[in-house]
């Protein structure tokens, strides 16, 4: 089972396919610069929103929308009219975007979920995988209330890396840190990870492909692949297909450290930017 974790080469910018989740373009802490620029570098025949791109939870409370955010649906609109499918799968966070399932606005597919077959052959269900999360389905107000503390989180999160990026320092991710460090979390990831395989297996696919819990991982559960995609919040990363039907994570960070994509001030600074945006 062809997979990997890593870089591609300078060569490769080219994908089958590429799935993104947990944009959250709306909130502060959405690093879009660096999003808008992993767009304008790559190029894939099929593009896939696997959820949570848009934050409709964080806007109703309070509205952010940087001029990045537009660039960003400008860039995905553009990737449509140059021939590459987009199929966008709504999480929690856009909920609202259910309403138009079966739906097709400006190119983009709308789908609860979808079933993508890589160039080797593997079926793989593609669902956000909000609904096998308990808090979410079962105690929305818990949801709501861990929702905010995350925000919080993500607010110290972006000063501290505005100062580590005027000296700098590269991005830190304060809120993966705690997660991967409280035991409950560990238990509550690997709990997710094996609901989705097993609702794989039920439904007789080879994987699936997820996001939701911001949290990149390709690894196999009982002979099911488990793809997540991550996020653009904290890890930023992105699933790929290479055309020979191979899986991989591409994390941003590593790879503009790598020099797999030129280096640009977007990236670098793009928390100390968006403090200066909410400055003035």
Not at 83 to 89: A, D, M
Not at 138 to 146: D, S
Request: proline letters at 3%; hydrophobic letters at 45%.
């Amino acid at each position: 089972m062809p997979l990997a974790d890593g870089p591609p080469s300078q060569s490769s910018h080219q994908f089958r396919a590429i799935f993104i989740s947990d944009c959250h373009l709306g909130t502060p802490g959405c690093q879009a610069a660096a999003l808008l620029e992993f767009l304008r570098c790559t190029e894939s025949d099929y593009l896939y929103l696997v959820g949570d791109i848009i934050d409709g939870w964080q806007l109703r409370r309070r509205w952010y929308w940087h001029q990045l955010h537009n660039d960003v649906i400008q860039k995905v609109l553009r990737k449509v009219r140059k021939g590459t499918q987009v199929v966008y799968v709504p999480g929690n966070h856009d909920e609202a975007a259910r309403h138009y399932v079966g739906v097709d606005f400006g190119g983009i597919a709308i789908r609860h979920e979808v079933v993508h077959v890589t160039n080797s052959g593997l079926r793989l269900l593609v669902t956000h995988g909000d609904r096998f999360d308990g808090v979410v389905t079962c105690a929305r107000w818990l949801a709501l209330l861990g929702d905010r503390l995350y925000s919080l989180i993500l607010k110290l999160n972006q000063h501290f890396n505005a100062a580590r990026a005027r000296l700098g320092l590269p991005y830190w991710s304060l809120s993966q840190f705690l997660k991967l460090k409280v035991k409950n979390a560990v238990s509550f990831i690997t709990a997710f990870e094996e609901a989705l395989a097993r609702e794989a297996r039920t439904r007789a696919f080879d994987g699936v492909v997820c996001g939701h819990i911001h949290h990149a991982e390709i690894r196999s559960i009982d002979r099911i692949l488990y793809c997540n995609c991550g996020d653009w919040v904290e890890s930023l990363t992105a699933l790929v297909e290479a055309h020979d039907g191979s899986l991989s994570i591409l994390r941003w960070q590593d790879m503009v450290a790598a020099g797999t994509f030129p280096p640009t001030p977007a990236v670098q600074f793009a928390a100390a930017a968006i403090v200066e945006h909410e400055a003035t």
